[in-house]
């Protein structure tokens, strides 16, 4: 986590030194890119899952085919991204490898697409190799985590139906959000999450909030978990909910007390055998 956090740190110092007029596009200011930027969210929204984009080997990948039973996670950004992106891909890896006993593959997928329609297979290649090597638990991790490329009309079409706004700049460079967009096994929007880092409780609730609980070890655990915490549309995360917490140890508390008088009530019935040295037995 110190050597997450010093990262982050060292992003802000590199991002302070850039002058605002570089994110500007034409005229515009810096404000006004900001603001054509952003996610409009549709929870419940459908994807167009028969949309068909390629892979860095240029084989065809309908999006279809990454819908397994499972929830999938979807990543929209740009391998030609100098800072950003790469720190996302790093992070979102070294999430993954605390989420418990939830395994890409077997409990859920990811998909991350280029926004930008002219990317270079070969950086493409090379960004989806260094994150690979970085799933050190992950069998063939390409299997589950493609990262695809696409035509302009393609990739607007899917940036749509999840509500990202991006804005090419005329640098061409990409200003985007960073959001991870969780879809349920049958390809529908289910919670959006935000920032770099994504907290490996945040993303393990959305994923099995995704799959209605049916992933993972233990079914009774992840409807426990889901009890437990909510999402706050405020602060874009999980929370604890205390009030439900409280009923929880209160219904615990009355179970085991009622538990307890049960087996002194039971242990009270049981006849005593006559003791045969004291005849007033």
């Not at 990739?155 to 349920?184: C, F, M, W």
Request: overall charge positive.
């Amino acid at each position: 986590m110190l050597i997450r956090a010093l990262r982050q740190l060292l992003l802000v110092v590199l991002l302070l030194q850039v002058p605002f007029p570089s994110l500007a596009w034409g005229h515009s200011s810096a404000d006004q890119v900001l603001s054509q930027i952003g996610v409009d969210e549709h929870p419940g929204g459908s994807l167009p899952l028969q949309t068909v984009f390629r892979d860095p080997t240029g084989r065809p990948v309908r999006l279809s085919d990454n819908f397994s039973g499972v929830p999938v996670l979807l990543s929209l950004n740009y391998y030609a991204c100098p800072t950003l992106c790469p720190l996302v891909f790093r992070n979102l890896a070294e999430t993954l490898a605390e989420l418990g006993d939830l395994k890409l593959g077997r409990d859920f997928r990811i998909v991350t697409l280029s926004i930008n329609p002219d990317e270079s297979p070969a950086l493409a290649q090379d960004k989806s190799g260094k994150t690979y090597a970085m799933l050190k638990e992950v069998v063939a991790p390409e299997r589950y985590w493609p990262f695809l490329m696409g035509d302009q009309q393609s990739i607007a079409a899917l940036a749509r139906s999840v509500g990202v706004r991006y804005l090419k700049q005329e640098s061409g460079d990409y200003a985007h959000p960073n959001v991870l967009v969780v879809l349920t096994p049958e390809g529908k929007i289910s919670r959006y999450l935000y920032g770099l880092v994504i907290r490996p409780r945040d993303l393990r609730l959305a994923l099995v909030e995704a799959a209605g609980g049916k992933i993972g070890s233990s079914e009774a655990a992840n409807r426990l978990l889901l009890y437990c915490f909510h999402y706050d549309p405020v602060g874009k995360k999980y929370v604890l909910f205390a009030s439900r917490l409280m009923t929880l140890a209160m219904l615990s508390v009355l179970a085991l007390t009622g538990l307890l008088l049960a087996l002194l009530w039971k242990k009270e019935r049981v006849p005593r055998s006559p003791d045969p040295s004291n005849p007033t037995t």
